[in-house]
């Protein structure tokens, strides 16, 4: 435990002015992150006799080591590096709301020529204007059938439209009225650009003058005895109504709000969020969060509007935003929800009327989450407290350990042969920290020797992130040997040139406290075999000099737990947690593991002769076959010819000929009707099917 004092800043050192700090510890990893409106009072509470302390804040800074500050001109500009830094740094002890799942919005890509109603999860894109969060996936697909009735807006994939226009037919729904089929020119670019927008303004709340409109036709429609005319837009009328009534008006000046409530006791909190436009509920989300730092529910509202709105524009912050508490000051926030929404924008607590019984509701749905969350968690922590003391136990290690990583490896026959590492810590997955790789020192199947590599690669990193910061001497162990092996390329790749990483980084940090890979040890190795894997894994450590870290197996055909050196398996009961908790990290490697395979398979059997030409990247990989149109007539062209193609020159057409010459052709596609051979002008592009049949 340090001494704040150690390294508190001089008398005079802290500026008074508005600005962000950086609450460091030993390892230079960033541990906290704050604002100031002055950075001299703010800094100097940190430094006063623990016991006035929060324990909170007393953990806090008896963990750090250091402490920076950056100087800002304003409070929004240190509103905007906080959150920037948050984001960046990860840091232990600030409040960070996680999502527990990926809410769907429906999404219209008004980017597109022929724009698409779709549904989106996942990052917001360019373009793109989206409607909600939606609860479940099938509460859009509902509205949307109801919708696309009137709006007859394309919904189809690209592949679907592509294939519609070559074909000169339009899918199912074209058909049937639901598509108005711009794919076979039925409505032009423009004409259906129109049904989107119209789409768009309807989702966005202004029914009203749409249904009139509507309904003046049906009546026309009738007065001039165009029967069945009005009887469709009759119908249309109730489609509409119908979607609308699945979103219950709440607030009748049609208000465009979001509604965030906090629940909390002293180590957690809910937040809900509703969110209001055209006066109907039209999405709701929420988060619980650890409260790892000292702070009130002002505050906690603070870091969910960050949160919210961090990378929103424009219309996807609402005009109004209600609060059960606004931060103290609440101009700077104010401000800073105005200029990323445009214009201004209303932050208040709602004090009486219909905004604040519809606030109660939002309340009650956070104290649900909270009392749900606190419920499962207390049984979940309960299960893994005791299956990491039974593997402890079993295994006969000194503690539970709170870090476990497995290694599986899978191939198809000896090709392809690839390995994963997942990573569970306190019993949980830390899908952040999944790794897989790509056996490199040797071809063909050969389990054992693919773990040895794969170990040895691992915790070969592990040791040099530690002489980094020296915390580890170089030593004759060869943890130092071929490391151009495992050097990080593109900011993917973790163990050698084409290992690639699954979610992003995270977990220990750089110079610049940024995460690291690889850095943190686990206490336990979990590899997918029996005894010659868990020795192949054994001796890898050895030769490193990793002496600290447990290794074990689990064998699939008696669920077995294998120890090095030792002649006969450790059996759990099966009943037991601990059992249970390595079979799930077991599968979870070999899931991670095959999924990797079954990709690089996937991509080498569509590979085609282009992608064997080094140096030739996808766009002008496009460009070469959108020129000629396919790789048959790439191929009898001449180097003269390929030059003329835009971005390629002289050399690289002469690599692409030269490449192209000693390539096989692919085999014609044959129609499998009439036993016909198909010259496929198209083939060879990215879009098209090998082998396909084509009427």
């Not at 709170?402 to 830390?430: K, T, Y």
């Not at 610049?512 to 943190?520: Q, V």
Request: with cysteine; net charge negative.
């Amino acid at each position: 435990m340090a001494d704040p004092s150690s390294y508190r800043p001089k008398p005079g050192q802290i500026p008074e002015s508005p600005g962000v700090y950086k609450f460091r510890d030993e390892h230079g990893r960033v541990i906290y992150v704050g604002k100031a409106k002055s950075l001299r009072p703010r800094l100097s509470s940190y430094f006063q006799d623990l016991a006035n302390l929060h324990p909170r804040t007393r953990t806090m800074v008896t963990t750090a080591a250091a402490v920076e500050w950056t100087v800002v001109s304003t409070e929004v500009e240190a509103l905007q590096l906080e959150y920037s830094w948050i984001k960046e740094f990860d840091p232990r002890f600030n409040v960070k709301y996680r999502d527990d799942k990926s809410y769907p919005f429906l999404a219209v890509t008004l980017n597109e020529e022929f724009p698409r109603v779709q549904v989106m999860r996942g990052a917001k894109k360019k373009g793109v204007r989206y409607f909600g969060p939606y609860g479940h996936a099938w509460a859009i697909r509902e509205t949307v059938d109801l919708m696309l009735r009137v709006f007859p807006v394309r919904t189809c994939s690209a592949g679907v439209f592509k294939r519609s226009a070559q074909i000169g037919r339009p899918c199912l729904l074209g058909y049937i009225g639901k598509c108005s089929a711009p794919c076979v020119g039925r409505v032009t670019a423009e004409e259906h650009r129109e049904l989107a927008e119209e789409f768009c303004d309807f989702m966005a709340g202004r029914t009203g003058t749409y249904l009139r409109r509507l309904e003046q036709r049906m009546h026309e429609a009738a007065e001039d005895m165009e029967y069945e005319k009005a009887a469709r837009l009759r119908d249309d009328i109730g489609a509409l109504k119908r979607a609308m009534e699945k979103n219950a008006v709440v607030l009748a000046d049609a208000t465009d709000a979001d509604l965030i409530a906090v629940a909390e006791d002293e180590l957690e909190a809910a937040v809900q969020i509703f969110h209001v436009r055209g006066g109907r509920v039209r999405g709701q989300r929420g988060w619980v969060t650890d409260k790892v730092e000292a702070v009130d529910t002002a505050g906690l509202v603070e870091h969910a509007l960050q949160q919210l709105y961090g990378e929103e524009r424009g219309d996807a912050v609402p005009k109004e935003v209600l609060v059960p508490a606004v931060p103290d000051p609440a101009e700077p926030v104010t401000q800073w929800l105005t200029e990323r929404r445009g214009s201004l924008v209303d932050l208040r607590i709602p004090q009486r009327g219909d905004k604040k019984d519809l606030m109660q509701t939002v309340q009650r749905n956070a104290q649900q989450a909270l009392a749900l969350h606190k419920t499962k968690r207390a049984s979940d922590l309960t299960t893994r407290s005791r299956a990491l003391e039974e593997i402890a136990e079993a295994l006969g290690l000194d503690s539970a350990p709170l870090r476990v990583e497995c290694f599986d490896i899978s191939h198809l026959q000896g090709d392809d042969v690839v390995a994963s590492m997942v990573v569970f810590e306190d019993g949980l997955p830390r899908k952040s920290e999944y790794r897989r790789f790509q056996i490199k020192s040797f071809a063909g199947q050969d389990d054992v020797r693919s773990m040895h590599e794969v170990v040895s690669r691992r915790f070969r990193r592990y040791l040099l992130e530690k002489q980094k910061t020296g915390e580890w001497e170089e030593q004759a162990t060869g943890a130092t040997e071929d490391t151009t092996e495992d050097t990080e390329t593109t900011g993917q790749a973790l163990s050698g040139p084409s290992d690639s990483t699954s979610e992003g980084p995270s977990g220990p940090i750089d110079e610049e406290g940024r995460p690291k890979r690889f850095a943190y040890p686990p206490q336990l190795v979990v590899v997918d075999g029996g005894k010659p894997q868990v020795a192949a894994a054994q001796r890898a450590l050895d030769e490193l000099g990793v002496d600290d870290v447990a290794v074990c197996g689990l064998a699939k055909r008696l669920e077995e737990v294998w120890l090095p050196d030792e002649e006969d398996p450790v059996v759990l009961p099966r009943s037991s947690e601990g059992l249970y908790l390595l079979q799930r990290v077991r599968d979870e490697a070999h899931r991670f593991a095959i999924t990797y395979q079954r990709s690089k398979r996937a991509k080498s059997m569509k590979a085609g002769p282009l992608d064997t030409v080094p140096g030739l990247g996808d766009s002008r990989k496009q460009a070469l076959l959108k020129h000629f149109g396919s790789v048959k007539r790439l191929r009898a062209a001449t180097v003269e010819q390929i030059c003329e193609v835009p971005g390629v020159g002289r050399k690289t057409a002469e690599t692409v000929a030269a490449a192209l010459a000693g390539s096989a052709p692919a085999a014609p596609a044959v129609n499998t009707a009439t036993g016909e051979i198909i010259e496929d002008e198209a083939a060879g592009a990215p879009s098209s099917s090998n082998g396909g049949t084509r009427p």
